[in-house]
């Protein structure tokens, strides 16, 4: 692959998973033009955030405010949001006494119960969100305590995210991604064909991970999840 190229694609992975000051400082580094989408992804970065600090209200104010229609349009990614909104307020009252948790009763009989009969996975989730209530937090079942893991709130970020770029007309998925893919399936063809090929090969993607990944949009750690994103 040509620098040129390269550059190219790293650039995209930037500005689609919402890395504006990185994707600023590369363009700045690389001598490339930035795009005028490395100034229109703040936006997305603070619905981002605001998903990872579990302030629900504020992304999906914010989406409104950035697509009003996004979210009338798509009920699946609509209940996610709101079924997160619920974990946030189970997590609270898990917390404090049992009065507590009578917002989460009361939001789950206001937002999420008359959407629930619509679609057999919207009930379903419902379900489990609500057994949160029923078990102590050290008793809970692997799939009850997945709930209030950090990755449910990644999930919707990354769905959050790929709707937006797609309602703006771009890729929902970095073309790295694919690069990724492709040369996995390539190696994986290479060793089934008895090629000789050294025992390890790396990606040569360490550029990512030493400076322009790192910087004031917020790290994202092996485990995937943004530092501030605390269960």
Known sequence: MRHSDLNAVIMDYLISEGYPSAASKFASEANIQPTPAVGSIQERVAIREAIYQGDIRTAIGRINDLNPMLLEKDDALHFALLRLQLVELIRICGTKSTDDCLPAINFATEELAPRAPTNPEFLEDLEQTMALLIFERKDLPPHLAALLEPKLRKDVAQRVNEALLKEQGERTKAKLFDLVHLR???????????????????FGLDQLHTGHGQSQDGAMHSNGEAEAMVA
């Open 184 to 202: 996995a399936w390539s190696e994986q063809k290479a060793r089934e064909a008895r090629k000789d090929l050294p025992e390890h090969m790396g």
